[in-house]
């Protein structure tokens, strides 16, 4: 149980183009998940949280018109990152809550999605 | 943004030794805390989960909490190779909406 996919795996794209990335609970539903960004050498960084059918909650920094966060349903959530940049070149990772009891959860992350921006 | 401190390390230690890998968090009302594995390339996988102070055990690892101290470590006994990763400490609160804040990894090379 608990698991995350994220689609693509990999993807290189020419500077200004958008990326759209999946991220789907597989065998449970997920009211939370949430986005990550991880640069080389560097620790996992929060970008934002998806709620199911509201706006996702961003962090302070994240450009939310660069960054469009859909969470359609209880199994998808989708980024995408629009008119991307070399410097949006990462590994993109999403994860998804486990309710453990009250309104806090387990997250598991999905397999990431490496981007390269030309 | 509130911290969550790791060694970065590398710790080396030899197949068979136990690992001891520590963590420390800044933020007095954290509530959850947890430990991932990450090989290179690859995202987080859950080892850990522990929200009581004490110890957790499953299999080779065990958790120890703290909340007094705010200090939360991995054990990790029998250390194979294959334990060969950067291990993540991470740390949630009811006030972020239970989103995890990542200490920076410590590295652990474990040598046949």
């Known amino acids: 149980g608990a698991v995350v996919s994220q689609h693509p795996s990999r993807v290189i794209c020419k500077s200004g183009t958008s990326v759209k990335i999946e991220c789907r609970s597989l065998d449970f539903q997920a009211t939370t998940m949430f986005w990550y960004r991880q640069f080389p050498k560097q620790s996992l960084m929060l970008m934002a949280t998806?709620?199911?059918?509201?706006?996702?909650?961003?962090e302070q920094g994240v450009e939310k018109d660069k960054f469009l966060i859909n969470h359609a349903s209880l199994t998808l959530s989708t980024l995408t990152v629009t008119s991307a940049h070399p410097e949006d070149s990462s590994f993109y990772i999403c994860?998804?809550?486990?309710?453990?009891?009250?309104?806090?959860?387990?997250?598991?992350f999905g397999p990431g999605t490496r981007l390269l921006v030309l | 943004q509130k911290e969550v401190e790791q060694n970065s390390g590398p710790l080396s230690v030899p197949e068979g030794a136990i690992a001891s890998l520590n963590c420390t968090y800044s933020d007095r009302v954290s509530q959850s805390f947890f430990w991932y594995r990450q090989y290179s390339g690859k995202s987080p996988e859950l080892i850990m989960s522990?929200?009581?102070?004490g110890d957790k055990e499953d299999g080779r690892f065990t958790a120890q909490l703290n909340k007094a101290s705010q200090y939360v470590s991995l054990l990790i006994r029998d250390s194979q190779p294959s334990d060969s990763a950067t291990y993540l400490c991470?740390?949630?609160?009811?006030?972020?909406?239970?989103?995890?804040?990542f200490g920076k990894g410590t590295s652990l090379l474990v040598t046949p």
């Open positions: 998806s709620n199911e059918g509201s706006k996702a909650t961003y």
């Open positions: 991470a740390v949630t609160n009811s006030n972020s909406g239970y989103a995890l804040n």
């Open positions: 994860s998804a809550g486990i309710p453990r009891g009250g309104a806090e959860e387990t997250q598991y």
């Open positions: 522990i929200y009581s102070n």
